[in-house]
């Protein structure tokens, strides 16, 4: 059983159309019920197929009882999926996970500021009692936040060297970008900036701050002002 009347026009068609060629509808089985018998007679292409032009197919009760088994077995699967994901970690995977960061930790340098001050900020959390991390927290925290502020104060210190400040156009992580700590209490920032002078002729430049960390006080200062080579 291939044919089916088109429920516009009346006329036979096959249901593996993409629409009556007799008059050109897009749903020709629209609303057109399939008995039990019927539908069986069809793959699943075929029964996907007349679903799309509008049909209903009709199943048995043992079939339909299967599919919602399948159904409910699919979305249960996702469910404990989403439960195991979402919800509360073990006491193994937390064990597991802060093993993780006391060992990342034992293989960075000290100079690497941020990654410390962000593993310490984690450890702390999970051990809130720990003394020494709560201190290599705040000691690291300390020397993140001088990088930052170094980097705004050269921001705002390039503009100043501009007699138009207006045009500053900063050029960050290109040839002339860097950013480093020779020891835990020295920051060095490099970088590239445009501006346009009285004339209003567009030129590159280069410049470059020492900021140091003193007993909790910072110091910013220019090292270097040139023109950009390119």
Known sequence: MNLKKCNDCQQEISINVDSCPKCGSKKPFKNV???????????????????????????????????????????????????????????????????????KIKTLSAKDIYENYSLYEKLIKAFPDNKQYKEKYEFYKNRYDMQVECEIEATQNNKKLLNNPTTYDESLYDGYYQSYWTNTDEYYYQLSFKGKNSFGVEQKFVTKYRCTYNNGKTTFKQIAFNKALD
């Open 33 to 103: 019920i399939l008995s039990i018998e019927e539908t069986s007679e069809l793959n699943f292409i075929e029964i996907k197929k007349f679903m799309e032009l509008g049909g209903i197919p009709t199943y048995s009760r043992a079939k339909n009882i299967f599919a919602y088994l399948i159904m409910g077995m699919f979305l249960g699967i996702i469910l404990i999926f989403f439960i195991k994901a979402l919800g509360p970690k073990s006491e193994e995977e937390i064990r597991l996970e802060n093993e993780a960061l006391i060992s």
